[in-house]
């Protein structure tokens, strides 16, 4: 039956992860926390190889049906990368229940600015657009073409250096980060954003994911194969999922499992 939960946990985690573009880290780690007891830390471990694996199966559909901005991906992911590598360090020495409440309200916080934003779903159009950002993609639940060119760089960058930090330090693959920043700072439809988040998370939870390895946090391999078999089980269901729901309704989904997780990890870490 313990194995069963494993997979049905991945399965659940790859559905909202690839649907919300965060990997399904955030959902793995409170999961394997709150239910199966599981350390912070090898929680943590198992997550960023979760991570790898909805990346690995929903980047390529979402390259494909022309979602996904890749050169946008390319150029945050430097600064993510970095930044995991840092965050995985730090991330060894902190306590589990420091790592917890970190986890609470940075998800708090997320969840608060999700709300509160007014999501930017088309900008300016490509005619007028200067940046080699600049694209489109056809939304068909809004049955429309949306154009948009990307703005704001620079913040961009800096969010997913942090981004990057957290993902290493929390095992959240940074998404939860990416996502809103992309939307907010740089306009970038909440759906592009997702498609975008998708396609670079692998590469940050990779950087992290070695520094756990090496510190040998990953003791049962199997048991991290069930999970990873599980979220790419779920990052295929979502493909049809993400093409039919409006991007409102994801947006509230995440703010909705948000809300929930930082709650209950709050509570772990006080405890």
Do not use: W
Not at 187 to 199: D, E, L, Q
Not at 218 to 247: D, H, N, Q, R, T
């Amino acid at each position: 039956m313990f194995e069963i939960a494993l997979i049905l946990m991945g399965i659940l985690s790859g559905i909202f992860g690839a649907l919300l573009g965060i990997g399904g880290g955030t959902f793995v780690v409170p999961l394997l926390v709150i239910f199966l007891h599981y350390p912070i830390h090898q929680a943590v471990a198992i997550s960023l190889i979760s991570i790898i694996a909805t990346s690995s199966s929903v980047a390529s559909v979402n390259v494909y049906n022309k979602i996904t901005n890749m050169r946008l991906g390319i150029t945050l992911e430097l600064a993510t990368t970095l930044g995991a590598i840092a965050g995985s360090f730090i991330g060894t020495f902190l306590k589990g229940n420091v790592i917890a409440l970190i986890f609470s309200f940075v998800m708090a916080f997320i969840a608060y600015f999700m709300y509160f934003h007014k999501e930017n779903e088309q900008s300016t159009s490509v005619t007028q657009a200067k940046s080699v950002y600049a694209s489109n993609y056809f939304d068909y639940a809004l049955n429309k073409n949306i154009e948009y060119d990307v703005k704001n760089l620079g913040a961009g960058l800096a969010i997913s250096a942090f981004a990057g930090a957290f993902s290493g330090m929390l095992g959240i693959g940074g998404g939860v980060l990416k996502v809103p920043a992309m939307n907010a700072f740089c306009k970038v439809p909440i759906k592009v954003a997702a498609a975008t988040s998708n396609f670079m998370i692998g590469v940050t939870a990779a950087a992290g994911s070695f520094i756990y390895f090496g510190k040998g946090y990953i003791e049962k391999p199997l048991y991290v194969a069930l999970i990873v078999l599980g979220v790419i089980m779920g990052s295929k269901l979502s493909m049809p999922i993400i093409k039919k729901v409006p991007p409102s309704r994801v947006k509230n989904i995440f703010i909705i499992f948000l809300i929930y997780l930082a709650i209950e990890m709050f509570i772990k870490g006080v405890k």
